[in-house]
T-cell receptor, first 113, second 110 residues
Framework: DGGITQSPKYLFRKEGQNVTLSCEQN?????MYWYRQDPGQGLRLIYY???????QKGDIAEGYSVSREKKESFPLTVTSAQKNPTAFYLC????????????FGDGTRLSIL | RKEVEQDPGPFNVPEGATVAFNCTYS??????FFWYRQDCRKEPKLLMS???SGNEDGRFTAQLNRASQYISLLIRDSKLSDSATYLC???????????FGKGTKLSVIP
């Protein structure tokens, strides 16, 4: 089945540690996105990528990094510089052209140990 | 003014009721509009796109008023399974980026 797969579902980070969240899609979508959602809050854009080997910062990129080496994959690294990483992280993708709806993976919950 | 503003609710309605959610957006150049549904601790799922002429999908009707920068979602004959948070989503002008409202929580009560 076509879709977006995020892993792991739950992740725990020790202080000072970098962790990487995986996002893979087989929808042949060009654009991919990472969002963060805190309890009772809306989604906030971390990074997005419109094409392979290119990505742009969103509203809250500090403390995060991404890569887009393959069309199917858009991993997010939460670095030790992100002091408040506990949140629900959502990856999304959308088809070619502007103003397309986005489709989401089922998310990764990150907590600090 | 916030970019996308929604009444947070919660809206508690009995089964079979009709309920309407409203959303206002600040960017007059926005071109695309969507309603998403998010269940507790789950990812958002696209419910429907919102077209200028208004559109209907079964029990759901979406309306857009560009002059007032206002979007609405009407749910008729509410079901228990409609209980969720409904997110109003807007794009910028020619933009890949979506701006999400914080959502309106709906609880349908037996």
């Amino acid at each position: 089945d076509g879709g977006i797969t995020q892993s792991p579902k739950y992740l725990f980070r020790k202080e000072g540690q970098n962790v990487t969240l995986s996002c893979e899609q087989n929808l042949n979508h060009d654009a991919m996105y990472w969002y963060r959602q805190d309890p009772g809050q809306g989604l906030r854009l971390i990074y997005y990528s419109q094409i392979v080997n290119d990505f742009q910062k969103g509203d809250i990129a500090e403390g995060y990094s991404v890569s887009r080496e393959k069309k199917e994959s858009f991993p997010l690294t939460v670095t030790s510089a992100q002091k408040n990483p506990t949140a629900f992280y959502l990856c999304a993708s959308s088809g070619s052209g502007r103003n397309q709806p986005q489709h989401f993976g089922d998310g990764t919950r990150l907590s600090i140990l | 003014r916030k970019e996308v503003e929604q009444d947070p609710g919660p809206f508690n309605v009995p089964e079979g009721a009709t309920v309407a959610f409203n959303c206002t957006y600040s960017n007059s150049a926005s071109q695309s509009f969507f309603w998403y549904r998010q269940d507790c601790r789950k990812e958002p799922k696209l419910l429907m796109s919102v077209y200028s002429s208004g559109n209907e999908d079964g029990r759901f009707t979406a309306q857009l008023n560009r002059a007032s920068q206002y979007i609405s979602l009407l749910i008729r004959d509410s079901k228990l399974s409609d209980s969720a948070t409904y997110l109003c989503v807007v794009t910028g002008a020619g933009s890949y980026q979506l701006t999400f409202g914080k959502g309106t929580k709906l609880s349908v009560i037996p």
